[in-house]
């Protein structure tokens, strides 16, 4: 199957800083990407889906200034977690979506995890 | 709020066939059920969907009932790599539910 793939998969960092994680799709043209959280024991809560050259569309709850989505290319969208706090600290998981959303299945980064100390 | 309610847990035999229930007694006519899994720490992986008709593959079978109100996973031949959390899903954003443990036992 496709394959996307996250980086970094474990990153620590100090509270105030900011944090990059990149979702790459290797195999294919990703129109349409979408960016999850999950707590322990938790599940995938959607955070924002982020569109090929458009500006990303948050779920409720989410700030938008806080975790900044790129989407510069068909390939690459990127999460970043600006002046992180260690209430940030998760799971954090992209997937992207091979055919049209109604009828094909998306597939999953191996995720991120993030710590903030 | 997720669209579909699943037990949270289940266990099965391994080498023996795993029926996973899932209710969507809200889904729409043109929303696809998927099913995904997600193993400790790692990312969902894809298992099947479907619209009406029975699927299967090379992992599993998706029954769908004929009014679309729930639909049933089936592993054939469960094996220890199998225990994870398995999630049902009918919206295109994917919004999952606390989906079902599924623990195999030898």
């Known amino acids: 199957g496709a394959v996307v793939s996250q980086h970094p998969s474990r990153v620590i960092c100090k509270s105030g800083t900011s944090v990059k994680i990149e979702c790459r799709s290797l195999d294919f043209q990703a129109t349409t990407m979408f960016w999850y959280r999950q707590f322990p024991k938790q599940s995938l809560m959607l955070m924002a889906t982020?569109?090929?050259?458009?500006?990303?569309?948050?779920e409720q709850g989410v700030e938008k200034d806080k975790f900044l989505i790129n989407h510069a290319s068909l390939t690459l969208s990127t999460l970043t977690v600006t002046s992180a706090h260690p209430e940030d600290s998760s799971f954090y998981i992209c997937?992207?979506?091979?055919?049209?959303?109604?009828?094909?299945?998306?597939?999953f980064g191996e995720g991120s995890r993030l710590t903030v100390l | 709020d997720a669209k579909t309610t699943q037990p949270p847990s289940m266990d099965c035999a391994e080498g023996r066939a795993a029926n996973l229930p899932c209710n969507h007694s809200t889904i729409s006519g043109n929303e696809y059920v998927y099913w995904y899994r997600q193993i400790h720490s790692q990312g969902p992986q894809y298992i099947i969907h479907?619209?009406?008709n029975n699927e299967t593959n090379e992992m599993a079978s998706l029954i769908i009932t004929e009014d679309r109100k729930s639909s049933t996973l089936i592993l054939p031949h469960a094996t220890l790599r199998d225990t994870a959390v398995y999630y049902c899903i009918v919206d295109y954003k994917l919004s999952f539910g606390a989906g079902t443990t599924v623990t195999v036992r030898a």
């Open positions: 982020s569109n090929e050259g458009s500006k990303a569309t948050y």
């Open positions: 479907g619209l009406k």
């Open positions: 997937s992207a979506a091979s055919q049209g959303l109604r009828t094909g299945e998306l597939f």
